[in-house]
């Protein structure tokens, strides 16, 4: 029998897709949380983005885990140091060559890991791990941090559902911009090309726009690109999966964000820019997604052919979910890094 042991540390918003995982392949009670096989790392490695766990299995030596859940393509070196097997949804095996250890997958998103019941059962008891273990006054942000995953869906409600044939919509954050991320070239840019784009097509009802962080957002530099209205998740995952079709871009540090994986498990039909990081597969052009230059001529001719071809556009939704079936499921995740039923 094999059971997992996770981090109590762990950023739960980031981890709960693999902790769902665990749970549905080895059972619920294979798995539990206990900081001792972590003692040896760091505090500021036990809090890193992503899930640390340990599998035991009777007559075999324990295996160590670490998947990553962070924007950044580089390495952590402890945790690399640390582990059996390093899991990455922002692999760059061209930028950190010789990785032995470093397996490929698709980004994942929050999930609900139990019900509310169980979600506030869990951050209380790993409150106190924290507060022994960590020593500061942060406990509202770990507890804050399993009150943001009740706002998430169950795995089970990301199902595919017919969209409309001349309705998109597409929300986000409209991120900060500093020196370093310099978002407001990037990701902010590209998105806003999109939303431009949707509103210079006639006939096409387009919905959302930018929600812009108070006080951080360069809200006068894409005045005309920001939402009347921000969206809960339940509505945003509706509204999505009745929208024509769906657009992804690198998102903070050119990551794979959340939403690519969203679509994928969604079957969307998905016009994406140019992905800055790996892959366990490629995705395919006109197969599993429909890639496209940033500028809006680009975008609006895309959008326009997906919308006028529905034969096109149901063939990049089969195949955005069956790349998903392959690839990002969270038990495939778990195979990918060599855990199986």
């Not at 991120?175 to 991320?181: F, G, T």
């Not at 806003?192 to 919905?207: M, P, Q, V």
Request: hydrophobic share 35%.
């Amino acid at each position: 029998m094999l059971q997992a042991i996770v981090n109590p540390l762990n950023h739960i918003p980031y981890s709960s897709f693999y902790i769902y995982a665990l749970r549905e392949v080895l059972g619920h009670d294979a798995v539990r949380f206990d900081s001792k096989p972590f003692q040896g790392l760091s505090v500021k490695a036990q809090q890193s983005g992503g899930l640390l766990f340990t599998i035991r299995q009777t007559g075999f030596p324990e295996k160590k885990y670490f998947i990553c859940g962070n924007d950044s393509y580089r390495i952590e070196e402890e945790m690399y140091e640390w582990c059996d097997v390093y899991g990455s949804v922002n692999a760059n095996f061209e930028k950190t060559p010789g990785r032995t250890k470093l397996v490929s997958l698709v980004p994942s998103f929050g999930v609900k890991v139990w019900g509310t019941g169980g979600t506030i059962l869990h951050a209380l008891t790993n409150a106190v791990y924290y507060r022994r273990i960590v020593h500061d006054h942060k406990i509202k942000t770990f507890l804050g941090s399993y009150k943001r995953l009740l706002n998430r869906p169950f795995y089970t409600d990301l199902t595919p559902e017919p969209g409309s044939s001349d309705y998109v919509f597409f929300c986000s954050t409209l991120w900060y911009n500093d020196e370093y991320n310099q978002n407001d070239r990037r990701v902010n840019a590209r998105r806003a090309n999109f939303i431009r784009a949707c509103k210079g097509i006639d006939g096409l009802r387009f919905e959302g726009g930018f929600v812009p962080q108070q006080g951080r957002s360069s809200s006068d530099l894409f005045e005309d690109c920001l939402s009347a209205t921000s969206y809960p998740y339940q509505t945003w995952l509706q509204k999505t999966k009745q929208s024509a079709l769906v657009f992804n871009t690198p998102a903070f540090w050119d990551c794979h964000g959340w939403k690519l994986g969203e679509y994928l498990a969604l079957g969307k039909a998905i016009i994406s820019t140019p992905l800055s990081n790996d892959l366990p597969a490629p995705l395919t052009h006109g197969v599993n997604i429909h890639f496209v230059e940033d500028d809006i001529d680009s975008l609006r001719e895309a959008i326009t052919y997906i919308i006028n071809h529905p034969d096109y556009r149901e063939r990049l939704e089969r195949g955005a979910r069956a790349y998903w079936a392959s690839y990002g499921t969270p038990e495939k995740s778990l195979e990918l890094i060599g855990i199986h039923r």
